[in-house]
Structures are given as C-alpha cells and as structure tokens.
T-cell receptor, first 119, second 114 residues
Framework: AQKVTQAQTEISVVEKEDVTLDCVYETRDTTYYLFWYKQPPSGELVFLIRRNSFDEQNEISGRYSWNFQKSTSSFNFTITASQVVDSAVYFCALSEAWDSGAGSYQLTFGKGTKLSVIP | EAGVAQSPRYKIIEKRQSVAFWCNPISGHATLYWYQQILGQGPKLLIQFQNNGVVDDSQLPKDRFSAERLKGVDSTLKIQPAKLEDSAVYLC????????????FGPGTRLTVT
C-alpha cells in the first residue's frame, strides 16, 4: 500500500525566510508520480507540481524548488524568500502508475503541513 | 476557463438528517472525483466517475453515502443519514480523463453535523 508522511504539522517563518516542507513516501511500485498541492484558506487545492519516478532532476519554478531523492524516498519542497501569500496548507501526494484493479490513478495524500508566514 | 463549481459552500445539519452536495466540473472533463477531507488530514477519495459510470467507489460508505453523475457532467453526493463523524470538507475534482494526472479541485463544501 502507498503512504505519504509529512512529519511537519505546522511551520511558522518570518517573511523573506526560506522554508523547506518535508515529504517522505512509501510505495512498492517502481513507476509512480509525486505531487505537491497548495490549499489556501479559500479551501480549493491548487496543483503545484507533478514528478514521475524516473526523473530525479530537481526543479525550480520562481521561488519554488523541489528536491526528489529516490534513495531516501523523499520529495521535499522549498520556498525561497517566503511571502505572506505563501501562507497555506501544503499537501504532498503519491499516485502509483496505474491501479489495474480500480482502473484509475489513485492519489494518496499526506496530512499536510500548515505554513504561516509572518510579516 | 471556469473552474470546478461546488454548492453549497457551508452546511450545518443535525445527525440523522440527510444532505446533498452538488458539483459541476470543468467543461469537457470526463473524470470526476469526490473526496472527503477531515480536519487536519489530507483528502481521501470517496468515488471516481468516468463520464456517467463509476470507476472506483471502494472507499465510499455505501450504507449512507451515494453519488450519481447521470448525464456525465455535474454530480451529486448524498449522505443519508448523517453521523457526527461525517463532519468534513467534501471536495470535488475533475480531470480531462482517467489517465490524466492533473486534477482540478473545487472550493469544497464544509459540512458540520451536530
């Protein structure tokens, strides 16, 4: 069974500080996909990134960067120079390549990390 | 492009009452998902539709929960009768098709059962 662990329940940082959100996953599949979603106070989940298990290159998008390490089963997310608008709950999620039994991609979410950026 | 729409945004009911939530996915999206998000946890998939057929409902408590997507567009999730532990946010999401990785989420319906 697949599992996602986000050990940090809540993090507070002062604006302009860098912050890293940790994500550790478990899966028996060799092909899988990892995701990060942002859930602002408005409630809807916003897709941030998808990474497949064969691509271990780190990715940078503006102030966001992701570090994928298969050796430690981790997919960490760093926000550089944090801003108040980054305050939200961030979810890491895992999807195994194809669930033939269900005929679908099953997204398993972690419990989320609540990030508060203090001005 | 309009996003996923859900209504109502908030609902308070007493236990043993019934409640229904509505979702309208992004136009052209064949796959629709209902998730339950209990406070402090990540979303958990309840049911997945492909057009108007059910792909996966293995985690739907079928004794009290039901869902339909009759014309393959909008969908309704019903709880009857509600229990205290059903208090949660119910999220609807859609994707282009069942092999698409990216799911687009609506704002959710926050249900409080007293």
């Amino acid at each position: 069974a697949q599992k996602v662990t986000q050990a940090q329940t809540e993090i507070s940082v002062v604006e302009k500080e860098d912050v890293t959100l940790d994500c550790v996953y478990e899966t028996r599949d060799t092909t899988y996909y990892l995701f990060w979603y942002k859930q602002p106070p408005s409630g809807e989940l916003v897709f941030l990134i998808r990474r497949n298990s064969f691509d271990e290159q780190n990715e940078i998008s503006g102030r966001y960067s992701w570090n994928f390490q298969k050796s430690t089963s981790s997919f960490n997310f760093t926000i550089t120079a944090s801003q108040v608008v980054d305050s939200a709950v961030y979810f890491c999620a895992l999807s195994e390549a194809w669930d033939s039994g269900a005929g679908s991609y099953q997204l398993t979410f972690g419990k989320g990390t609540k990030l508060s950026v203090i001005p | 492009e309009a996003g996923v729409a859900q209504s109502p945004r908030y609902k308070i009911i007493e236990k043993r009452q019934s409640v229904a939530f509505w979702c309208n996915p992004i136009s052209g999206h064949a796959t629709l998902y209902w998730y339950q998000q209990i406070l402090g946890q990540g979303p958990k998939l309840l049911i997945q539709f492909q057009n108007n057929g059910v792909v996966d409902d293995s985690q739907l408590p079928k004794d009290r929960f039901s869902a339909e997507r009759l014309k393959g567009v909008d969908s309704t999730l019903k709880i009857q009768p509600a229990k205290l532990e059903d208090s949660a946010v119910y999220l609807c999401a859609s994707s282009l098709d069942r092999v698409s990785y990216e799911q687009y989420f609506g704002p959710g319906t926050r249900l409080t059962v007293t």
